[in-house]
């Protein structure tokens, strides 16, 4: 059921059988498409970085195909642009898993890591991926200070992954909330194509969270090295 990834940290096995229905998306999609990843996405980046940004699922033509959280649609276009600008990534992001980008103190996951049908994971589905995977992520990484959530079901999961009720932090975009143990729980958007054609995410706001997060890391860093 879970395996180590490629730093150590326990995830899902590429078997994983948790979710049936999630399991038989991923077999047609193996069947369609066996060149593609189709399989849970690993999580990207160091497990000692300071924040983690939290999305909803993989793609089925992005990170399903790619193997690499959003990695191969738009939404990887925005995201990464703006890592990279305020020095959470270095390198050329290409929509491929061998372009050579890295994050730098940042990590990227998702609350579900298998591709849902039609992008919509069902609650249960979230229950299980936090209880066995996203819970045991956040309580493993040492250093983390922030947790960047883009959108609504992101919000709710990292919530309840470190014993919060979800109704007890109403999501926002810029939105942010003190977690347990000093940590800061940030809202966005989710930057997909829907949002940003519909006007309801900018990358002007984007940009704004992250910007905001760079600092609030920056300073937290400062104060602990004082």
Sequence with gaps: MA????????????????????VAFRQANRQAEPG?????????GPLDAALLVVGLAPGRQGANRTGRPFTGDYAGDLLYRSLARFGFAEGEYQR???DGLRLIDARIT???????????????EVRQ????????????????????????????AVLAAVGLRPTSCRFGHAAQHA????????????????????????????????????????????????
């Design 179 to 226: 977690l347990p143990e000093g940590r800061l729980l940030v809202d966005s958007y989710h930057c997909s194509r829907l949002n940003t054609n519909t006007g309801r995410l900018t990358e002007a706001m984007f940009d704004a969270v992250v910007a905001e997060l760079r600092q609030r890391i920056d300073l937290a860093s400062s104060n602990a090295g004082r």
């Design 3 to 22: 395996g180590p990834t490629a730093d150590g940290a326990a995830g899902p096995a590429p078997d994983c059988p948790l979710c049936p229905r999630l």
């Design 96 to 98: 491929h898993a061998d």
């Design 36 to 44: 593609w990843h189709n399989a849970p996405v690993p999580s990207f």
């Design 129 to 156: 991926c936090r209880e066995h995977y996203l819970a045991a992520e956040i309580a493993a990484m040492g250093r983390l200070r922030a947790i960047l959530v883009l959108g609504s079901i992101a919000h709710g």
């Design 110 to 124: 998702n609350a579900v890591r298998c591709v849902p049908p039609e992008n919509k994971p069902t609650p249960a």
